[in-house]
T-cell receptor, first 112, second 111 residues
Framework: KQEVTQIPAALSVPEGENLVLNCSFTDSAIYNLQWFRQDPGKGLTSLLL?????REQTSGRLNASLDKSSGRSTLYIAASQPGDSATYLCAVLKTSYDKVIFGPGTSLSVIP | EPEVTQTPSHQVTQMGQEVILRCVPI?????FYWYRQILGQKVEFLVS????????KSEIFDDQFSVERPDGSNFTLKIRSTKLEDSAMYFC?????????FGPGTRLTVL
């Protein structure tokens, strides 16, 4: 059974810092991995999707990497801003039409 | 850009009442899903639906829950007799191939 964990559970950083969020999954046979952002009480905003054949994806100040063999992904946020404060969720898909398995999230607070 | 929509955005109901949550998928998508997120907890899978049939359901998805596509466009989740523990955010997702697109969610509050 696929389990997804995220470290740290919570993170508080001063504005401008570069930071790394970590995601681990127990079954390396995944189809893709996705990072989402969730603001309090709100929906899921897709940030980056990495196919199993890819090593990384970039969007603006965000860079996500995937190491399937070790069951790990990292989300790198450069030059953090207060507007980045949110919960970041990692999620994996085993096959193209399977259910998405979510991690518990990392709650990020960027202090001005 | 096409998006998944859900109605209502917030539903308040009394325990024991029936609720129907509605989702309008992206038009050419074939696979449909419901997930829920209890406050402060993980997003959890409920059910997947394809070709007018349930493909997979979790242990959460008991006899109180049902899904259907009544008119070939909307995708609905019905909870027959709501319990306090059904209070959660419910997300619909739809897919054509390799990526699921999530709706904004319906916040269900059971009093």
């Amino acid at each position: 059974k696929q389990e997804v964990t995220q470290i740290p559970a919570a993170l508080s950083v001063p504005e401008g810092e570069n930071l790394v969020l970590n995601c681990s999954f127990t079954d390396s046979a995944i189809y893709n991995l996705q990072w989402f952002r969730q603001d309090p009480g709100k929906g899921l905003t897709s940030l980056l999707l990495i196919q199993s054949s890819q090593r990384e994806q970039t969007s603006g100040r965000l860079n996500a990497s995937l190491d399937k063999s070790s069951g790990r992904s990292t989300l790198y946020i450069a030059a953090s801003q207060p507007g980045d404060s949110a919960t970041y969720l990692c999620a994996v898909l085993k096959t193209s039409y399977d259910k998405v398995i979510f991690g518990p999230g990392t709650s990020l607070s960027v202090i001005p | 850009e096409p998006e998944v929509t859900q109605t209502p955005s917030h539903q308040v109901t009394q325990m024991g009442q029936e609720v129907i949550l509605r989702c309008v998928p992206i038009s050419n998508h074939l696979y449909f899903y419901w997930y829920r997120q209890i406050l402060g907890q993980k997003v959890e899978f409920l059910v997947s639906f394809y070709n007018n049939e349930i493909s997979e359901k979790s242990e959460i998805f008991d006899d109180q829950f049902s899904v259907e596509r009544p008119d070939g466009s909307n995708f609905t989740l019905k909870i027959r007799s709501t319990k306090l523990e059904d209070s959660a955010m419910y997300f619909c997702a739809t897919s054509l191939d390799n990526e699921q697109f999530f709706g904004p969610g319906t916040r269900l509050t059971v009093l």
